[in-house]
């Protein structure tokens, strides 16, 4: 085993428990031969690890994990997203606000500090310094200047984006739209639908990405380009999709759709559409079908009471989990680039189109 492998194992051993605090972690002789690791680098292993104050090297007696190690192996996580609790209604942020909470309760699992950031921090050039930070989690878009200020910090970053990669030196980590996207597809040619409305909101930069990656994968396999229409919504201010879609559907649908699926790029698009076909007094799934793209209800947003959207999952925890561990290696400097992790999507088949 290499040395920087055993350093890895002793603190992992530290921070979850099964070395505490005044325990004797072994002779260095002893550690060399359990791990088969040259003596020479466990000695090495062994003093570092005590100038950090990790370890406690008492001559004659033996080393033991030092009384505030698991302290001094926490890392303080800045953590930065445009979805708070004080920008959205508690049934919002059931599910939308996901990133926020679960961000919180992992770090706080794993024994590390997260710090909470507001905008203004990420303009701060010495953000890593004032704050006291070992690496930054960004889930969300920022400016061009925002990024360029954070590239010229010391300081290990990760963005989560929920289309495509950006073109910076960050390492990220994004859902690959098109494995879900290809999955939906083959769902509605199965049905044998040909006709597909690809419904968006317009002007924003993710829905606009997403719309795109759902066109492309459309063609790709196998749908005519006649046989794909686009709606660009509107952006109504204070709204997430919900009204836009609503208003979109009472103006489009004057009676059933039933040979064409309509495929939205967020799942408050459709949830919009349903709305107003069962106050309309149409049968989503029947007479108009729907597929969304978020999961939301999944993760608690259910304004219909149980789960009732078909949709493409956008896989939170899955990319938050693998944010986190990249950081971490980041911060010790175990990854290295290409730093781009795609986590495959995946259809979600529910009531509004149950396909087959």
């Given amino acids: 085993m290499r040395a920087k492998e055993l350093r890895k194992i002793l603190f992992a051993m530290i921070k979850n428990g099964e070395l505490m605090p005044g325990d004797d972690i072994g002779s260095a002789k002893e550690l060399a031969e ?7 680098s466990v000695n090495r292993i062994m003093a570092q690890l005590h100038r950090e104050g990790i370890v406690r090297r008492v001559k004659g007696h033996g080393t033991f ?32 606000g996901i990133w926020y909470s679960y961000v919180i309760d992992v770090l706080k699992r794993r024994g590390d500090i997260p710090v909470l950031l507001e905008l203004e921090d990420l303009k701060n050039p010495d953000l890593g310094k004032v704050k006291q930070l070992d690496g930054l989690l960004l889930a969300a878009s920022v400016d061009d200047d925002m ?6 910090q010391e300081l290990s970053v990760v963005q989560i984006l929920d289309a495509t990669p950006g073109f910076h030196s960050f390492y990220q980590v994004i859902p690959d739209l098109s494995a879900g996207f290809t999955s939906a597809a083959q769902l509605i040619k199965k049905s044998g639908i040909c006709k597909v409305g690809v419904v968006i909101r317009g002007a924003v930069e993710a829905h606009e990405k997403r719309g795109a990656a759902i066109i492309e994968t459309l063609v790709r396999s196998g749908f005519s380009q006649s046989n794909i229409t686009v709606h660009r919504l509107p952006v109504i201010v ?15 649908f004057k009676c059933a759709r039933p040979d064409e699926v309509f495929l939205c790029s967020s799942d408050y698009l459709a949830i919009g559409i349903v709305s107003w076909c069962l106050s309309g007094k149409l049968r989503p799934g029947e007479d108009i079908k729907l597929i969304g793209f978020d999961n939301l209800e999944g993760e608690g947003y259910t ?14 925890k899955e990319i938050m989990d693998q944010a986190i561990v990249l950081l971490v290696r980041a911060i010790r400097r175990e990854a290295g680039f290409p730093g781009i992790i795609k986590v495959p999507t995946r259809v979600i088949v529910r009531n509004s189109f149950p396909g087959i």
Avoid: W
């Fill in 238 to 252: 204070g709204d997430h999709g919900e009204i836009s879609a609503y208003n979109f559907a009472a103006q489009e």
């Fill in 147 to 152: 990024l360029n200020a954070l590239s010229g």
């Fill in 34 to 40: 359990r791990y088969q690791t040259p003596l020479i």
């Fill in 65 to 96: 994990v030092a009384e505030d190690a698991c302290r001094k192996l926490a890392l303080r996580i800045g953590f930065f997203t445009s979805y708070s609790r004080m920008s959205m209604s508690p049934r919002q942020f059931s599910g939308f």
């Fill in 303 to 316: 304004p219909f009471g149980a789960p009732f959207l078909t949709t493409v999952d956008f896989p939170r």
